[in-house]
């Protein structure tokens, strides 16, 4: 009996010391941090996209680029986003202070959001807001955000918008004010 106790006490102290000594999986403490940095970083990038007749269909640019493989996300600085029309000429432009570009073509623009008429021939010049969601392939925005649309002679405040910039379909969600200008020259 004092054997098999001895033996089983021996057994136990080896596994242990086994297990003291040799850990089966090390933790590695700084893996947080690494997941926080990214895969790889780009300055002045400028990306144009074609479509089946060859014309540009959209153009894309930023200041930097920072791209987190583990996270599933894109990281922009100062981005700019050209949409062009029918007749391929560059219609709207979307620039932002900040940019996160997800997987699924989803686009959040944050800080001094502003979205410019380039070709001048719509109604509108150009819509502000503080954050704004571009979905593309759709040409889609939304924001939950305040706005401002300024247009030829009148600008209008309001809280949230939902846009279409393909089909040129604008709503507000809350209408706050309106304000005409009558200049005359």
């Not at 600085?77 to 570009?101: C, M, N």
Request: proline share 3%; net charge negative; no cysteine.
């Amino acid at each position: 009996m004092k054997k098999a106790l001895f033996l089983l006490v021996f057994a136990l102290v080896l596994t242990a010391t086994y297990l003291w000594f040799n850990p089966t999986e090390q933790t590695d403490p700084n893996y947080a941090d690494r997941e926080l940095l990214p895969d790889y970083i780009a300055e002045q990038v400028t990306r144009t996209l074609y479509d089946e007749q060859g014309y540009v269909a959209d153009l894309i640019q930023a200041g930097r680029l920072e791209f987190f493989e583990r996270l599933g996300f894109t990281q922009f600085e100062q981005p700019k986003y050209t949409l062009f029309d029918a007749e391929h000429r560059a219609a709207w432009q979307v620039t932002s202070q900040f940019g996160i570009w997800l997987p699924d073509d989803k686009i959040i623009l944050e800080q001094d959001v502003s979205i410019s008429n380039v070709n001048g021939s719509e109604l509108l010049d150009r819509i502000d807001t503080a954050n704004l969601e571009l979905l593309l392939p759709a040409k889609t925005i939304q924001t939950a955000a305040a706005v401002k649309i300024i247009g030829k002679g009148f600008y209008i405040n309001g809280i949230g918008l939902q846009a279409d910039l393909t089909e040129q379909n604008l709503r507000i969600i809350k209408h706050l004010e309106t304000v005409y200008t009558n200049e005359q020259n």
